[in-house]
């Protein structure tokens, strides 16, 4: 099910070690301030979808995407946020 997730974390990584020239994903990773811009128009976007019931998936998909690049180009490992996540769960 996370399959996909998992996919952008190692491509978000392999990226930050080998930039590729002209890549958006590269652009996001290496500019803090697109990326934040990008993650709020991304969630405001997502929030008008759902409240007009149109394009909620692909939007939801670009929240995620570049939610994930902000994490990576801020160095905050999905790892550290799993943990936390984990460490929050009352029903451990």
Do not use: C, W
């Not at 500019?31 to 405001?44: A, D, M, T, V």
């Not at 976007?45 to 690049?69: G, P, T």
Request: glycine share 2%; hydrophobic share 35%; charged share 35%.
């Amino acid at each position: 099910m996370l399959r996909a997730l998992e996919t952008l974390f190692n491509l978000a990584r392999e990226r930050k070690r080998n930039p590729v020239e002209g890549s958006y994903t590269n652009k996001l990773l290496t500019n803090k301030s697109l990326s934040k811009q990008k993650i709020l128009e991304e969630i405001n976007e997502l929030i008008d979808s759902v409240e007009k019931n149109s394009n909620k998936i692909h939007e939801a998909a670009d929240v995620f995407y570049h939610l994930i690049m902000y994490l990576e180009a801020n160095d905050i490992k999905i790892e550290q946020v799993e943990q936390e996540l984990e460490n929050r769960n009352k029903s451990k």
